[in-house]
């Protein structure tokens, strides 16, 4: 970098951007090159930037694999270990790519950034980063490449992140660097409606608000992971979702703000494969349940929509993974005696559907709107549930695209 | 571990073994596992001891060629932070199998354990090694597992060390925690006294002195790189070489002691595809030839068995491997005037086979032999080299093999 480009840079703090490529993102050499030639760009456009990387598209399920064949339960410190081998791969070719376009960047692993995590192996939280070398590096314009999803515990241990994983890496950089923006780099261009699969007609969102992103995330929307979008929120880190493959604006998470208008439905949330399972309380000593659920939490097994309705007798119903739904029945089986309930019914190949809106969703209007474009189509509702912001809807699979696009259409989302 | 035998190991403190396990011997894992169950039989007859593994074979190679299609010239930094990676995975893989086996283990990096080094990247050099960690490991009954070829410099990045790598991790290692032996498992049963391809009655040696070992390595024998013998021999580490597929008792290599005969033949070192070079000097300043041999070193050209002979101009001689002949040639004939140097001859398909013995090698008698059987079988030497404990001689490749058998029967190698 030219002296006096350097000295303008450091004189006017040009805006700090922490971006984050996922795997797909840097799944091949070109791939890799691609986001180096925009990276450089950037640079040489005077923006200051903080890389964060995933492992390539593949490597980490051929590592789990690799271990998987010494022993189907590895220790976690050593899974750990083996793991985060793949973000270390991808810095090093992200760093030299840049180098070959003559720009200087250095990568960096968890350790030695230092990434401080607590000792939970694979699902490790970060409670601190040091910015000094990564500050260190900023005003000597060299660009951090940093391996996202792995930290060092205060053993000195190599430990990797639980679920968001390298998204989390980005924003903990971005809260502790203070940066503008922290951008994740996906293979879609923003946030969108609902799945564009699903429904052609689907928009792009310009922005939305951490609540509403939230639960379009932790219902379904795969395109950030509720753990980081929850971690931004909190360290106030404006994020940003945009595509790895095109340029544009993308989709902005933000806090609420003028152009979020309240009470609206903003987009539609799926997760397929799911199972439903009832069963009625014959003793309501509640506790009981308690011990079902705390034994379901044990074997790894989330549940969600939990409802509970009562007329003749108390009826327990909730979803699961379709995958999880043997296990579960067992379980009931074993436990039906001391629970004291009746007998156990499930349906299987269901859908969720969610619809999500700003702070305070005009919940009844939505559920009559909901209730009556799905009677239209003939779509019986197994379950609802609803928040302050959400409603969500059990549904049959065979449903699932009738369903998104009429209420996609209901509720003006076409019209964004 | 059961306290008792806790306890009983740390006060006869046992013997403490560094062992160094390779590619191949680490190449898969059913490979992974044998070895490990051998480690764990190792460790339940109470041996204390530090494994060192090398990146399964072909993965350092798999990591080169990703770099090198990023390009050519990567980073030595970036390319270190690369390849280091392998090592990883192989520490990780090992720790698990040891842990199936019930056998307390933990993998460890080179910047874990503190390997340091200076920085060098691509080939560093062991400065200093930290043995707290692992003493403390030890102390607890954990075996080490640590990444060969590998350690960090005062700067904290990851280095990898140069040739030898993974034996010097090993090496270092034993020096530092005073080890009884550093046992280096390869796909040999030890060190033989030629190559057994070449002559099936090749013996394997029971023992060898660190100064012929060297030589041997040197000279070609793969079994060991000379760096890391020169290294055992520095911090007065037995060396042992042994196989990781069968049951044995290896090479011993050690000072010179009572069962090496002085003045003896030990082995015959090959080192095939060489090809040499020879021109007159037409002009002895001889300033002249060290601009060339420079210039050759530069170019990263390592020259052999030079030589310089007399008779009506003075003739300069030396080998270099085949594959470096036409750089040579090509820089020789644009230096030739500057040199002012004659014709420049070269030979190829041409191969260096090496008598090495023990200290004082009677070298007038074995050159005297050497010549004589030599002559018997019509193989014609090219160029001769010799040092207090070797015998070096180019000859043409294909008679290799029957040179080799002559020599190793009229040394008298097969009655050892």
Redesign the interface.
């Given at each position: 970098m030219p002296e006096e480009q350097k000295l303008s840079q450091s004189l006017c703090k040009s805006k700090l951007y922490v971006k984050k490529f996922g795997g797909t993102s840097v799944g091949s050499?070109e791939r890799?090159?691609a986001l180096a030639e925009r990276i450089a760009k950037a640079y040489q456009a005077g923006e200051r930037q903080v890389i964060v990387c995933s492992a390539m598209a593949g490597e980490t399920n051929r590592?789990i694999a690799?271990?998987g064949?010494?022993?189907a339960y590895?220790?976690p410190?050593?899974?750990d270990?083996?793991i985060?081998?793949g973000e270390?791969?991808s810095?090093?070719?992200m760093?030299?790519?840049l180098?070959?376009r003559g720009i200087p960047a250095?990568?960096l692993?968890g350790?030695?950034v230092q990434i401080h995590t607590n000792s939970q192996f694979g699902r490790a939280a970060i409670e601190q980063v040091d910015t000094d070398y990564l500050e260190q590096l900023l005003e000597q314009g060299i660009i951090p490449v940093v391996a996202g999803f792995q930290g060092r515990n205060p053993n000195?241990?190599?430990t990797t992140l639980g679920r968001g994983g390298s998204d989390t890496t980005a924003v903990a950089l971005a809260a502790a660097l203070s940066a503008d923006e922290c951008q994740i780099f996906t293979d879609v261009t923003g946030v969108f409606t609902t799945d564009p699969n699903l429904e052609p007609a689907a928009k792009r969102l310009d922005s939305i608000s951490f609540s509403s992103m939230f639960e379009m995330a932790r219902l379904g929307a795969k395109v950030l992971h509720p753990d980081s979008v929850a971690y931004a929120e909190k360290y106030r880190v404006p994020l940003r979702v945009l595509s790895s493959f095109e340029d544009g604006e993308g989709t902005l998470i933000c806090f609420d703000g003028q152009y979020h208008q309240a009470g609206k439905v903003v987009g539609i949330a799926v997760s397929a494969d799911l199972a439903m399972v009832s069963f009625d309380e014959l003793d309501e000593s509640s506790d009981r349940l308690a011990v079902l659920f705390k034994r379901l939490a044990e074997m790894g097994i989330e549940t969600d929509l939990l409802s509970k309705t009562r007329s003749s007798a108390s009826t327990v119903s909730f979803t699961i993974a379709q995958s999880w739904l043997e296990r579960v029945l067992a379980e009931l089986d074993s436990v039906s005696q001391t629970l004291n309930i009746g007998p156990v019914y499930f349906e299987q190949d269901l859908v969720r559907v969610s619809l999500v809106g700003n702070n305070n969703l005009a919940k009844t209007e939505v559920a009559a709107k909901v209730f009556d474009v799905l009677g239209k189509h003939g779509i019986h509702v197994k379950l609802v549930s609803s928040s302050a912001i959400k409603l969500a809807l059990v549904i049959p699979q065979n449903h699932l695209r009738s369903a998104v696009c009429a209420l996609h259409h209901a509720f003006e989302l076409n019209e964004l």
């Open positions: 050499i890799i090159e590592l690799l271990g064949q010494v022993t590895g220790d410190r050593e899974m270990m083996l985060s081998t270390q791969i810095i090093a070719l760093a030299m790519a180098q070959k250095r990568s692993t350790d030695q000195g241990d190599v």
